[in-house]
Each structure stands twice: as C-alpha cells, then as structure tokens.
C-alpha cells in the first residue's frame, strides 16, 4: 500500500488533531490493517484526551490514537503463521514483548517489558485508515460479528469478561452493576447471556438509563443515593447481591457495590481512578466477602470471548448509539467525554452505516 493517510493525535486538552503520516509498511511479523471500527473507551477521555495523566503504561506517547480497533487485513509482512490478506481480526490492544512471564500467560496488558507498547498509546492505533499490527496481537472476528461488535471486544467487553471470569456468573446469582456507562452495560449484557438471575443497575444519565431499559438489559435501575445497598437488599429478599461490579469508578459507587454484596458475595471492580471508603470488619472481613481487581483480559480469554457471542448470538455493537467518520473524531471524541452517549465509535466503510 504505497501514499498517506490521516491519523488523528491527542494532544492533551480535549482537541483532536490530524496529521498526514505515510501509510505504514508491515515488517517482519506484521500486518497491515485497514481499519473498518475504532471504539473510544473512557480510558482515552480520562487519561489522553482532556490532559495526559499518566506515565509508563498510561504514558501517551504522541502517537496515531484509538486502543479499540478492528479491521480487515490488506498486506502481509513476511514470516506470518496464521492471518493472511483477507482476515478479519480484532487488535488485542497491548503488543507485549512476548516473553515475560505475563506475556506466556496471554496477559500483555501487564507485560513487565520496556518493549510493551499500547496501540493508540504508546504505537499508532485505530484512528487512522490503516494500521500497523504484529500478528501475535490479532484475533480472528468471526463472520457472525461484525467490525463493531469486534471493536468493543478488543477493550471494553474483553475487560468486562475478564471480571465476569473471575467472580463467576451462573443462574443462582443476583447482580449488580454500578456505573452503566459502556463497560456496565456491557457487564448487565454479558451477566444476562450467562443466566444470571436477576439484574440491577445505578446511573443517573437519562440516555443511558434509557439504552438499558431499551435492550431490556436490568430488572431495576436505581438513582445513585446513599440509601443504594439498602435498597438493594430489600430488592433481594433483605440478603443483598451474590456478585457486584463496579464501574462507575466513583469512591461512593464502589462502597455500594461492596455493601450491596450479600454474605460470602464476590465484587469485581473494573472502573478506574479515584478511591474508596469502607470498613474491613462489618463491610468485608465479618460477611466473607472478596473483592477483586480486574485489568483488561488475556488474548485468549478474548477468543473464548468471542467465541461465547456468537454462541449467544450477541451483539456488542447493540451498545453503540453514535457512528462518527474519521473526519469527524473531534465531535466523537467530544461526545464521548461529554457522556450523553452509550459507546461511540469511529467507523469506515461498510461500519459507517
Ligand atoms: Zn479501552
Ligand atoms: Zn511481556
């Protein structure tokens, strides 16, 4: 693939910018791809798109943003095992050096290695015509789900499976999930698919509440207020839930989650930032409960991911309510740090319907 295309950069106070940048050529082990979908999850608004926040990992290294991307690949660099032009693929969205022990364990959101590079962070992302990926980081999209669907799996609905995996959902658990932005929608969507019993929510954005109840996705969405974890309880027979989420990344929401957890109840929180208040004994140590902390998810649970939603007939782009262009990522960029949205994507092609 030979000329230029737009990129579009983060420069940190709640713009987007676009460069011209030579369309990329795969090396060793790499491919190209043409991107088809790019998601902006709120890791981008909250660490890169109003401020750079952070450093290593979180660090944002001025590059082609978008960590969510999903696409077709055009050109084969050499030495490819498995991919080849025409596959469609998901971007695990962290290259990991390969061979830390995180990275054996497929979990290069936690690769120890200065080599570990973050598409859309710390390497060109999504928000670009094409990109530049190593094969080792691809996923196969299946031809049941589309280039939405699979955007969203490569961060948000990866995360959200990864703190599913580790509580556990089955038929005899009660939810709940604070916080119904994308990531908590997802966790309402993909606790629904695994039989959970019955489902509750905690927002307070009116679309969002909407969108839920649109997909009939929780029994009973509460307001936040202090009284939630009571409510909840008198909701659950005065026992409260089995297993609780967290993403709302707000210190109060995670206190509800935890109190808001019956006896011996698991709480995942995934929602990022901030801090939390609670008391060991009465809230955790005395009712045994655990509270766990999730990060992303490994590239193979990704597969089975993956695999699970076309089982259930699943589709994650349901949570996508705005379709920008990329000449336009400034407008999604802006509605999504706004929040009056479910997900927003960046889209090309046949995505940008
Ligand atoms: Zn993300
Ligand atoms: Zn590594």
């Not at 043409?34 to 590059?63: F, M």
């Not at 801090?275 to 902390?293: E, L």
Request: glycine share 12%.
């Amino acid at each position: 693939m030979e000329g230029t295309m737009k990129g579009a950069y983060l420069p940190g106070n709640s713009t987007v910018v676009f460069k011209d940048v030579a369309i990329p050529r795969p090396g060793h082990g790499q491919v190209l791809v043409k991107t088809k979908c790019c998601t902006i999850c709120g890791s981008d608004i909250r660490a890169i798109y109003r401020e750079h926040t952070g450093k290593g990992a979180e660090g944002y290294q001025n590059v082609i943003a978008g960590h969510e991307p999903c696409g077709q690949v055009v050109e084969e660099g050499p030495g490819i095992r498995r991919f080849k032009k025409g596959s469609r693929v998901i971007v695990y969205h962290i290259s990991g050096c390969g061979v830390c022990h995180d990275c054996r364990m497929g979990y290069m959101i936690s690769c120890s290695s200065p080599l570990r590079a973050a598409y859309g962070w710390q390497r060109d992302g999504g928000m670009a015509e094409y990109m530049l990926c190593d094969e080792k980081d691809l996923v196969e999209l299946p031809p049941e789900l589309s280039y939405t669907d699979g955007a969203q799996v490569a961060c948000g609905f990866g995360t959200v499976y990864e703190a599913i995996t580790k509580v556990g959902i089955s038929g005899n658990d009660d939810v709940l999930v604070v916080g119904l932005g994308p990531v908590g929608l997802a966790t309402l969507m993909l606790c629904k698919a695994l039989g959970a019993r019955k489902l509750f929510g905690i927002e307070s954005n009116p679309l969002r509440i909407e969108l839920a109840n649109k997909l009939g996705l929780a029994d009973k969405i509460l307001k936040p207020a202090d009284s939630n974890a009571d409510e909840i309880k008198a909701l659950t027979g005065g026992r409260g839930v089995e297993r609780a989420f967290d993403a709302s990344a707000s210190d109060k929401g995670r206190a509800t989650a935890i109190r808001a957890a019956r006896q011996w109840g698991k709480i995942a929180l995934v929602g990022e930032g901030g801090t939390v208040n609670f008391n060991p004994s009465p809230d955790i140590i005395h009712p045994q409960k655990s509270i766990y902390g999730s990060w992303v998810t490994s590239i193979w649970l990704m597969e089975n991911l993956v695999e699970e939603l076309v089982r259930w007939n699943l589709h994650p782009d349901a949570l996508v309510t705005h379709r920008f262009p990329l000449e336009k990522a400034d407008e999604a960029y802006k509605l999504m740090a706004d929040g009056n949205c479910g997900k927003v994507a960046v889209c090309f092609d046949e995505e940008l319907k």
